[in-house]
Structure formats: structure tokens, C-alpha cells
């Protein structure tokens, strides 16, 4: 199930970069914060000094996070998240990392301005400040790598967003794409965040799937839009369509469009290899060869494939990644290395673990 | 789980009804057959008089039939599919259903002319003769219930088509909609047939979706433009991108298409009402919600759901069917009601059984 | 999926018989309060006159009752527990069925009493009368048949008791076992009931088994020795070891126990196979084959496989029920049937839906 | 979804201990034997010089190994079986562990000699020599780690055995039970093997649990009954219930027997946790709480839960493992780290991956 991490060296600190982060873990019991606190367990520039967690403070970080051999690792307690603010002002950490839900940490953050003040570096996984206020830069490295580098606030986007986004990058930035984009993406029970509820139990959702939010519902499809009008420097409407699939965790995206020129499939697979040629967790499919979300599992990866139809007037462009790693966690690593200087890939791997 | 079928009372065989079919199910150990199996068992106005299964010939058919309760049944002998062909020939039976494989029925009926030539209806699950060839009628009631009514050769239509093209019929029928029609279907594993294989085994596919044959490759795409372009009198293009999700059976299809005059939701939610208000198996879900396969487990309804974006300009319609129902065995008993001039709904339940 | 209910012919009344129940569904919204709406609406010999949910009260029926093709039937409308008191005392309906959660039932008849007192018949899901207190009957009809048939107030048994007392029913009649018995089983999760939490939401059950409450702790363990031990005549001590697995219904129980003396593989087949010669409901694996749940879903039957082993000195029996049919609402209406002296396979099903 | 291995340093090969192993696996497109190169290729003192595979001989090792980032890795070569006794005889490899099933590894090695010959080491994943045929050692670390230490040629225990056997050892090494031992056991479907067959395919398992080759026909419960009876010294005779379920992996064992004397829970409960105080792959759970499968999913862990029912007469206890991990390769690992001297915990993991 699981495969060594890409780099164990310690990030060798060089120039300006620390040899070493502190990091306190908001909202650490929910997927995404777990997902976190394992990643950042096992980054070997990371050392995590705090864990927050409303439902689990005062209990052992061991019961939260299930599976931990927590004999053999220190554990950092698990605290209240209104206890972080103290810990932030006496500069007990540096590094604060939000897993929070929506409209929570911005909450938290107004009523406790040094935890929102004091840490160097803060990272958001919540959708709150994705729209740029407050100095938050958006964590896509793939389509903003030099913002991130110097930024101090960041807003890591959302699981649906990264993967329909990275689908279409190459076409997009290159303007070969009319608006409207017809989104289609599946996802992972995981995606709907840990409080339980009868519409994610297992009864309910086993055997089954189904369409929700559709069309321009979700704050996602806005995100999308939003994200790819300014890397297009054009308006680019899109329906959004998300389905719930009775898997934990994975997501599946697909996206058409009308080509602006006609564009054939061979082109297409070639401007897509040689925009992604660099990116460490970027793999384009050969032709005929589609994502599937096993091969990304507990990867930070995201697989994209590419062609055109109907003699090239239309674009297909499909992308899978695991929505707690790429599409939360692993991302927020990768963007956290960036922001900090070190090799981007330092502490995440880019192998799925399929079974 | 199951509820009671809509009508149990016998077709009265006023006029020219026949007061009962006597059927020949070819092809019964696959899902498809044992689904028409049970659902023949279960007809008041039909006989089932042999089953045949190359697999399971000379066995008890309660062994192939797991579940059934084969003490309290009277089960027809399983035999050799060769041995229909004496049986057709003496008589026997009057309906076959073939629920062969693509290629396999076509091909045992060039092997056995009296097999092909001797029942008085012949219903043919796969996609052999969904061309038209040899004087096979497209068995999609909604769009061709006269045509059915007086057929005696039918070819029962796919799984996907049959959902994609519910989904849109209305628009289609009226002329709304430009090509190319942007289609992303989901399918549980069972649309996959019955034989074991590697790709289809437990272990690769839970926790797991992927996309496979996306764009014009699978030939469910083919056979969607074909009648589509038939029903709109026009050329249809589209790309149809099909997904395998990690659940026994169901089918959700979103179709996205350019509207070639503003519409509004109201407008499109009202036209679909009123095409489908006669419809015994049809359900136009109100507007904001959405198809889930649960609703229409074991069911022969298909669920539809449709609204307009991006001021009018872009139709966004949905569909969920059982695959094996709807899609396959239910769809063909619906039709031999149709040919047989019995109540549509003999032996057929709307009812779904969600857990 | 579905498949014929075994006799649709209306009870024919004659005798003392009623031709017709008027039946109030308390708990309506739980599984096995959704799985007896079901089987009640379709009996021939039921009118569901009344569903009360606290949670759906006020709500079209349709709406809780996913899949169910609301435009077909004539559904009762869903009210407040506590309206079935007036309802009750004006005679609206003559037959209670409470599918309310353990101690609930027992608090609302404390609280309203016409409601405990008014119905002819009054049938309990929940654990509470399980006891025998207050004039209730233990209604498991291969034990207790004869007390059923003039029962009044009726408790029906729970899931695992069901399945684990019908596998070692006739060892234990026969006085051929020596406690204790070592009982242990699987269960769906429906069996957890439809409250939406942590521990039964899809993510946290997918792809996990686990054990709970193992030993002597599970009130389900206590209702079994009880029972074991009224058969037996002796006290029948027991472990009982439960264990969760990712399915949404069905159970496996697998008991061992010591033989008072040896007996042969084939002398405890046919004891078994005689016991259960004219049981309906119970199916007696040959030699060889095991129990599985796909064969039961949906099903009210109770499949049932035994063997000895070291040399006749240890006995291994094992069933397969469908929790929600046979381990609660199929048995419900198997009572409910012995009670109106009906026919007792009345709009009840024991073939399984596999798929 | 991963967690960095315990160890990463490279082993120091002080002494005799070789600095590094070069390792052939053969078999390695199976289940285990893909688990089996994910931890060598992530071993830091394993060079993975050869994977054969019949099936898979000739294509790149990348699209066998289904996730892993192919780019990223210097992945070997995948051969025929038969083309590795060449690189035998030439010394290319120093350690061949064979993950082919029953019966092939002994048929294939009487074909090639050189391939049983050559190796300093052989580790065998099937159950072809835990009789010790041939001087292969068994190897489980925790019953007879001194065995191991010296040994090179050794049978790698079962999965069902591991996991039972860890449950009971501390009481059969004390002399605590008497048989027979009544065992009941789940196994996700990667314990069937990786041949795609009807049986294990998701449409036929999905939503269902069932009992299998119950009693005392499986071989696991020969091969438990045998290395159990050579712990306790007598001879220890046991009923072995396996149970599949629709899961990918991981395996939950229960155990009872009767005790000799009265033992207290505590009493129990301390003894489990001295025997394995020092054990880095066992955990002994709190009183009261039980195993799951997904807190050592992908883990080398075995968790263990015991305790005493009945005044002290019945011994209940419980364990939980990956199959595919402590119960094939990664307990092969662990093995393989012993016999070369190195820290046993070497390229391992304690901790599980739940989601």
C-alpha cells in the first residue's frame, strides 16, 4: 500500500531556505487535516508542534489518527484551536496549515488575530480566501508557481478545481479554447468532509451514484471559473456537473470544449507533454489511455489525457487525482516546499498505491 | 427489496392478445439473461419454456439461478443453445430473447436457420441488428412505440443510448438542439457482462473509477448518434466519454449541448414534462434535483432531470436507469408487452429498491 | 433485481380470517421500518393506512421513500408518532407495527396509552418486549409457531438471534449440544440503523471489516442464550462475536459447539433436513455448500448449512438471512401473517435478488 | 493515504550483515508479488535487480505495477521465470523470493536447478514448503525468530495462519488451551490471487458475504493445526471458518478454545502484552476495544485483542492484519531482514493507512 516518499534526504537548507519548519495543524481530525498530519509526519523537513482539533483536544493524537503506530513516534498534543493562538504568539511554531471547513477559519481568524497574524507562513485549504483577499496567493504550482514561491498566505484550491484545471491548462493558457467548458467530474465520498450524516453512510451511498449541485451550483464550478478566466485573460463560462461515487476517495475529470481552430489529436498530446515535460506530478497519458484514480492513490500525481474530435472542432480533455493528496494535503506540501525554498517534491511521492 | 410488480393480473387477451407467450430465453447464465429470466418467471402473461446457457446446459437451473427458491418453482431444463433450434422448429415456443453477446446471436443464426426463422417474435439483446439489418425495429418505446407495436424482430437497445437519449429526446424531438452533444455517462460493472476477467474483478475495481473508450471509440457512442440523428432528422454528432464506477449496476448520463435559441430552465423543465407526461416509465424530476441510480434499482423507470445555462444558451440534461433493467431485460419485456398488444407496464415495476 | 411476491391471490378469508388489515407503520423512516412500508404496500391483504415518522412527518411519503414510484400508489400521509393515538382510539387502524429504535416504542406506549392498548395487534421490531414482558410473544415461527398464531402482542426477534438460532435449532431441540455455543457473525451495516454518524459513514466502513462488542457484551448475545436456552430446556451459555463488514445487508452466522456425543456428518444433515422438511422459510445446504448472503437479499428465507467435525465430537452450523427481511420486517409480516391466520408466506418473497 | 517506512538509513552492515542484497522476485504481476516489489523497490538495502513474470515478460515493469511514477524510477527488466535461472547461475542476484502460486515455485524449480540452487537465498510466498521440506525454515518472526536468523531457504507463512496464530501464541506457548480451537475468519478478495475468474469478479461479490471450504478443508487450517501443535507441544486440533468479504484486503481471525484453568480477563490480557512487549510488529489492544482491518491497512502490524468469558473458562481473542502486508510481503521483508542480519524493522512500516 504504501511507497517510500520521493526524497527522505533533509532539505539541506542552503541559501535562504530553512532546514526545518514548524508546523501547528488546524482542524487535524477531519480527511483532508489527517491527510496532513501523516504527510507532514513523514516530510522530513516538517516537524509538527501542535495539533488542533476541536472534537479531539485533550485526547492522545494517537485515537484521532487511526492506523499511527503512536508508540513509536512522538506525537504532538492535541489542543483546543483557540490554544493555538498563544502557541503562535510565543513563536512556538511558524508554520500554520488550516484544514478547517469553509467560513471556519476565517471566523477563527477574527476572533483571534495572532494566530492569524503571527505565523510566517499560513496555508488554507478551505475555499475562503481563493478569491486572492487578504494577500492569499492561489496554490496551483502548475499555473502559478512564481506567485507562491515569495508568498506568506495561501489559499491551496479546491480537489474538483485542481483536477479539471490541470485537464485543460496547456489549451487554455495557449487560447485554443471557446468558452463554455462542460465539465463532467466523479468523486470520492471523502470529498464531503468527515462530520457524519445520513447522505454519506455507507447504506445510503453503497451500490449507488449520483448527480448533484449541477450546472452553476457549486462553489467549485465558480472556482473553476474564476481560476481559468484569468490564466485564459478571457472570460470562460462552464457548466459543472460533480457526481458522488461509492469509493473513498478519488476524482475523475472530464472536460469538453470548443476548439477556437481546428486542432488535431496528435497536436493536442504534444502541446499538453510539452507544457507538463518539467512538472514533477503532472504525467500526460499516451493516446488511447485514460486517468483512472487507483493509479493516483495516496499520490500526488494527477494523470491527463488529451485528444480532439469531430475533425478537431472539439477538445476532450480528461484528468484523475486523489482528492486528499493533490487535491488537498499533498498540494499544500508541494506548495508549502515552495514557499520555503526547498525541492518541491521534498516529503510527497508520485506513486499511487492502487489496492 | 423487491416490491410488487405494477400489474399481477393476467393479460385479459381481448382482441388479438395473446393470452400468454410461450419464451425461449438464449443466453440465460449471463446478467442480462438472468435478469430477463427472473423477470419472465415472474410475468403473469408469459411461459418460460427453455433456457439455454452454452455454460450451464444439462444443470439445474436453480444452480445458475442463485437466490431463487428453485423448490417452490417450476424451472425449465437448461440446455444446449443448438437444442432451441429443434424446440423452435416443433413449436415449442413462440418468443425468443436472445441475450447473447455482440456477434454470437447473429452468427448461431446463420448456424440455425429454423432458430432464426421458426418464432413468431424475436427480441435480440446485443447490438447486432440495432442497424436496422433484416428487418429489426430499434425497441426504444419512448421514441418508437408504433413501430414496436407491430414488429416481430426487435433489437432491444443499449444501456447508455437508452439512458442518453431519454435524457434528451424532448429537445431533440423539437428541434432545440445543435450538435455536437457533449455526453458523459457513468456505468456500474455489471454492464460489463458476466465473464470473469481481470479488469472486471473485485479487487482492481473497488475504490476505484476511470474512464475508458472516451470519445467516438465505443460503439454505445455510434449507435446514440445514430438514432439521435434519426429522431432529429439531422446529422448528431457528439462525443460520448463513459466511466466504470465501483458498483454492481446503474447508469447516470449528463448530455450538454448548445441550444440554437435561448431557452429557459422553466421553458425546457416544462417541455420535458409535458413530452414524458404519458409515460409509464418515465419520471421528470423537479427542478434543483438531480438522478442518483439508487431510485431506480430493479426498476424500469428512468429518472430525468433537465435545465438551461449561461442565459439560455446551454441545455444540460440527465438520466438514470438500472442497467439491466431499463437497459437490458426490463426494456425488453416492455417491448414484448408492446408487440404482443398487452398493457405496457404487465409484469413490470416503476418501483425502485435502494438498499 | 425484484422478483414476484410468492402468492399475490388476497387472503380468502375464510374462517375466522379477516380479509383485510388496516395497518399503522410506527418508525416508517428507519431501514426496517422502509423495508415493512414496502412489503405492507405490497401485500394483498394489508391497507397501509398510516406511516409515522417523527423526522418525515408532514412530508409526502414519497420523498422518504427513495425509488418508491409515488405517482402509482395511493400512499398514506407521514405523521407525527403521537397522531397515531387518536387515529388509534378512533379505530382507524387495528394492527400497530413499531419499528421504532430500542426503548422507544416501550416510552411512547407509557406515554400515550390508547396507543399501546387500542390496536387488535401490535407488533414490536425493537428489542424491548423481547423479554416476554407485558403479554408479548417471542416471534420466531420456527420455534414458537403455535403461540404466534393466537398472539396479540409480538415481538420480533433480532437479526442475529434469528439467524443463529435457526442455524442450531434442531441440535438444540434434540438436546445434542453442550454449551457453550461459540457463535460468530457478520453483519451488513444497515444493521446499525439509519442515523447518520462516524462509525457507519461510507468512508470509514469501505474496504474494512472490524469486531464489536465481542464476547458477552452485545444485548443480541443475551437475547440468543435466552432463547437457546428456553429451547433447550438448560442454561446454553455462549460467546458471541459480531463482527461489521462493508455491505449494506445481510448476515452470516457461524456457530460452533461441542456434541453430547458423536454424531456422524450425514446423521446431522438429516436431522436438519427433517426439522426444516415443511419450514417455507428455511433451506438446508447440501453437504459441501455454504451459506452466502447474495442468496438471501431480498429474500425472507434463511439458508442453513451443518456438518460435524473431529470425529462427530464438534458440531459447525451456519445461516444466512437477510437482516432487513428475514431478520426483521419479512418476518414481521411472516408473524403478522400467523396471527390473522393467513397463509404465512403471504406477500412475502424467498427467492434472493443476487445483483 | 502512505506514511514514510520506519527506517530509512541504509543498513550499516556492521559485522557480517551485507551492506546491501540484490533481489529477483519471481511472480510478480500477482498481488503479493506486486506488494512484494513496492517494498523492495522503497528498501533502502535492496537493489531490485529482476522481475519475472509470465505474463507480463517483455513489457516495461511500469505497466505492471499499476500507480508507480515509472519516470521517476530505475524500474529492472521484466523476464520470463525461466530466464532468471540464467541470471542464477551468473550470480546476478543474491536473493530470489518467489510470490508464484501453490505447487509452482516446486514445479518450476525441479525444472531449473540452477534457479533452486544458486541463490544464498530463497524465500517461498506459497504454502509448498511450510512442511520444512528441503530445509526451508517458517517463518513467523515471532514464534521462531532464532530459527530464522540462520536460515536460507524459508516458507512464508499463510495469511489466515499469521493472523490466528498471533491471536493465540502467548496462551498455546503457556499451555493454556485445549483443542480444539474454533477459528472464524474474514479475508478481503486479494487473498483469492490475482486470476480474473467469475468468482472474484465485483459483480459478484460486491453487497455480499459468504462462508467457504468451512471446517477443516482448507489448507490454512492444516497449516494453522501444524505449526499450533508444534508450539503447544500436543497435539492442537481446530475447526477453521474462513469467510470472504467485498473488500480488497486485510483479515480479521477470531479464536476460542476452552482454558485448562479459570484465567481472569486480566490475567489474560497481561500475559498477551509481556509476550509481546518487545515485538515491533504486534500490538496488544486495550480491554474492550477490537481489531479492524483498516488501522493496519497497509502496515506490518498484527493488532491483537484477547480476554476470558464464562468465569474465566473460554479464551476469546482476535487479531487483525493486511494480507497482502504481515500476512505475504511484507512479512517476507521482515524475514529476509533477519536472515541478513539486518535491524528487523528495515523498509517496514507499523503504520496503517486507513482511507
Redesign the interface.
Known sequence: ??????S?SRPSGTGSAPAQARVAVLGASG?SG??LA?LA??HPGLEVVALASREHAGHPAGEMI????A??RRLPPVVEPTALAESAAAGEFDTLVSCLPHGAWRALAAELPPLARSPKRIIDLSADRRDGSDGYVYGLPEAFRGEIAGATRLANPGCYPTAATLAVLPGVESGWLEG?L?V?A?S???GAG???????????????????????EHAHGKEMTAQLSRIAGTPM?L?F?P?L??????I?A?V?AKLSRPVSPGEAYSLWCERYAGE?FV?VLEPGT??????????N?CDV?V?T??GG??L?A?A?I?N??KGAAGQAIQNLNLMLGWPETTGL???????
Open positions: 500500500m504504501t511507497l517510500a516518499v520521493s527522505r480527511y489527517l491527510e501523516r509526519l513523514a487511526v492506523g499511527l503506530d508508540d513509536t463554455p462542460y463532467s466523479l470520492g465520498v471523502s468527515r462530520a457524519g450524516s445520513l447522505r454519506t453512510s455507507f447504506v445510503e451511498l453503497e451500490g449507488g451514484a449520483s448527480i448533484y449541485r449541477a450546472g452553476t463560462p457548466s456537473v457526481h461515487v461509492p469509493m473513498a476517495r478519488g475523475v472530464t469538453h514533477p504525467r485514460w486517468p483512472e484514480t487507483r493509479a493516483v492513490r495516496g499520490s500525481r489525457a485528444t474530435l469531430h472542432e472539439t476532450l480528461t484523475a486523489d486528499l493528496v511521492t508520485a506513486d499511487g498505491s492502487p489496492w
